[in-house]
């Protein structure tokens, strides 16, 4: 079991994220007012925290969101997850893996910025099967 540590959007992509604390997850759409949302395969990115927290003591100077990543996980190795694996937030929200990690054909913002960047290798990618309502503190599992 894990828990949201942040809920992050932007108004566009490749850039750096806001931690809005709480947002809607939105059926085959993603996060609502995020430049990623839309209909197609990484609708919602997540994020470990033990691998932001890893990042800082490299000397890496980051704020939640840096990453571009929209969820901030705690106690979920997510990285290490299937494809098709789902992931449940509270009762109501259902996640699917679409994608480990990405390719980044050249530096965006956030590379620029922090000088790294660990999303394209550590970031996974959600499709929201069921929509609701998520907040930092929120239980988050894999569905067995």
Same mark, same amino acid.
């Given at each position: 079991?894990?828990?949201?540590l ?7 992509k ?17 996060l ?17 925290n033990e691998?932001?927290?890893d ?5 890496g100077?980051?704020d ?8 901030i996980? =705690? @106690? %979920?190795?997510?990285?290490? #997850?299937?494809? !098709? /694996? ?5 009762e ?29 290798? =550590? @970031? %996974?990618?959600?499709?929201? #099967?069921?929509? !609701? /309502?998520?907040?930092?503190?929120d ?6």
């Amino acid at each position: 079991m894990g828990k949201i540590l942040a809920v992050c959007i932007s108004e566009k992509k490749g850039t750096q994220k806001i931690n809005i604390k709480e947002g809607i997850l939105i059926e085959n759409h993603g996060l609502k007012n995020d430049a990623h949302a839309g209909n197609w395969h990484r609708q919602v990115s997540l994020l470990s925290n033990e691998k932001i927290s890893d990042f800082i003591k490299r000397g890496g100077n980051v704020d939640q969101g840096d990453f571009g990543e929209n969820l901030i996980v =705690e @106690g %979920i190795d997510l990285a290490k #997850l299937p494809i !098709g /694996t789902k992931l449940k937030i509270n009762e109501d929200i259902l996640l699917e893996v679409t994608q480990i990690g990405k390719e980044c054909h050249s530096h965006c913002a956030i590379f620029h910025a922090v000088g790294d960047c660990i999303m394209p290798r =550590e @970031g %996974i990618f959600t499709i929201v #099967l069921k929509s !609701g /309502t998520v907040k930092v503190g929120d239980e988050i599992s894999v569905v067995k």
